[in-house]
Nanobody, 128 residues
Framework: QVQVAESGGGLAQAGDSLRLSCAASGRTLTRSAMGWFRQAPGKEREFVAMIFLNSARTYYGDSVEGRFTISRDNARKTVYLQMNSLKPEDTAVYFC?????????????????????WGQGTQVTVSS
């Protein structure tokens, strides 16, 4: 089994930066990719970013591309989400997820159903 745990959320002002971390434990060698999703109150879970653990190839959601950067440190079994130029609409609970899927398209990378292991989430609140 694989466990993931997010950290690094908090309060920020518009224009600020935050970095989220996601630490994986357990049978992490069975995982091929990790992603970030977010969910605001009353809204569906939204794809933020995904990274392949071997190649470091990435996908981003349209609303964050150019502002957020996903990266990984395989030695530390940790994935990061650097969030710059934060906006109030970035306010949400951010979830990390891991997948053992053998291949991805842009569509499957953005689908929560492609991921098997989820963290509890970390709150990010951006004020104007």
């Amino acid at each position: 089994q694989v466990q993931v745990a997010e950290s690094g959320g908090g309060l920020a002002q518009a224009g600020d930066s935050l970095r989220l971390s996601c630490a994986a434990s357990g049978r992490t060698l069975t995982r091929s990719a990790m992603g970030w999703f977010r969910q605001a109150p009353g809204k569906e879970r939204e794809f933020v970013a995904m990274i392949f653990l071997n190649s470091a190839r990435t996908y981003y959601g349209d609303s964050v591309e150019g502002r957020f950067t996903i990266s990984r440190d395989n030695a530390r079994k940790t994935v990061y989400l650097q969030m710059n130029s934060l906006k109030p609409e970035d306010t949400a609970v951010y979830f990390c997820a891991a997948s053992g899927r053998s291949s991805f398209t842009r569509t499957t990378a953005a689908s929560p159903e492609s991921y098997d292991n989820w963290g509890q989430g970390t709150q990010v609140t951006v004020s104007s």
